[in-house]
């Protein structure tokens, strides 16, 4: 990996991991937490792809295993993000764009489900039986609820500094190009801003053909 993809995923996660033990995980909300790690790893496995997907997903677990207040074996959720980071990049849009809201809603609803399961299944090779007690059919449930609600202020800003961090040309500072991400998440991929684009070139268009015809004439007055 990548120096400047190693100093961004660290501090995100860092961020994230505070802001879950300190802010998330205090609000007592019934059944699951919301997971701002998960979609923290999601968001910089969109852009780095499956490999460091998995490797950052990894670290990030891993992370949360040693953090205070963990009560449960080291290296369960480590594993548990490996996998999904490592899922999540092979979903990796083609393009670098995201257009659509449907995609990414169902990358982070497939992963607070899948996320909840396989930590139950882990848990449970291991003696833990708390998801029982619980009941897992709510905790999968609130689970992709909290993510699902969290995730438009949480993935499309990870996603642009993730590539603003790599020199994308998609990540330039013009706002109608950075919009991109947050446009398909929170507009659906309506094609408003190209349209906005396209009517933009028009009027340009129109003024440099006023603009020449005010020079020929006035040669011509010459």
Same mark, same amino acid.
């Given at each position: !990996?990548?120096? @400047?993809?190693?100093?961004?995923?660290?501090?995100?996660?860092?961020?994230?991991?505070?802001?879950?033990?300190?802010?998330?995980?205090?609000?007592?909300?019934?059944?699951?937490?919301?997971?701002?790690?998960?979609?923290? &790893?999601?968001?910089?496995?969109?852009?780095?792809?499956?490999?460091?997907?998995?490797?950052?997903?990894?670290?990030?677990?891993?992370?949360?295993?040693? /953090?205070?207040?963990?009560?449960?074996?080291?290296?369960?959720?480590?594993?548990?993000?490996?996998?999904?980071?490592?899922?999540?990049?092979?979903?990796?849009?083609?393009?670098?764009?995201?257009?659509?809201?449907?995609?990414? !809603?169902? *990358?982070?609803?497939? =992963? =607070? #489900?899948?996320?909840?399961?396989?930590?139950?299944?882990?848990?449970?090779?291991?003696?833990?039986?708390?998801?029982?007690?619980?009941?897992?059919?709510?905790?999968?449930?609130?689970?992709?609820?909290?993510?699902?609600?969290?995730?438009?202020? #949480?993935?499309?800003?990870? !996603? /642009?500094?993730?590539?603003?961090?790599? @020199?994308?040309?998609?990540?330039?500072? @013009?706002?109608?190009?950075?919009?991109?991400? /947050?446009?398909?998440?929170?507009?659906?991929?309506?094609?408003?801003?190209?349209?906005?684009?396209?009517?933009?070139?028009? *009027?340009?268009? /129109?003024? =440099? %053909?006023?603009? %020449? =015809?005010?020079?020929?004439?006035? &040669?011509? %007055?010459?």
């Amino acid at each position: !990996m990548r120096v @400047n993809r190693i100093l961004l995923s660290s501090s995100l996660i860092v961020v994230a991991l505070v802001i879950q033990v300190s802010v998330l995980a205090r609000l007592h909300l019934p059944g699951a937490v919301p997971d701002l790690l998960l979609l923290t &790893v999601l968001g910089l496995a969109l852009v780095y792809g499956h490999v460091s997907g998995a490797l950052i997903g990894f670290a990030a677990g891993l992370l949360a295993d040693l /953090a205070p207040p963990a009560d449960h074996a080291a290296g369960r959720y480590a594993l548990v993000l490996c996998v999904i980071g490592y899922l999540a990049g092979l979903v990796k849009p083609e393009s670098g764009q995201v257009k659509s809201a449907t995609g990414p !809603m169902v *990358v982070v609803v497939a =992963a =607070a #489900v899948g996320s909840t399961l396989l930590y139950a299944g882990v848990g449970a090779l291991v003696g833990d039986t708390a998801a029982r007690h619980v009941g897992l059919g709510g905790l999968l449930f609130t689970a992709a609820l909290y993510d699902l609600l969290l995730a438009p202020f #949480v993935v499309p800003g990870v !996603m /642009a500094l993730a590539r603003r961090a790599e @020199n994308d040309p998609l990540a330039e500072t @013009n706002p109608a190009k950075s919009g991109d991400i /947050a446009s398909g998440w929170l507009s659906g991929g309506t094609g408003l801003r190209i349209g906005g684009q396209r009517g933009g070139l028009r *009027v340009k268009a /129109a003024r =440099a %053909r006023v603009a %020449r =015809a005010g020079r020929i004439k006035g &040669v011509k %007055r010459l």
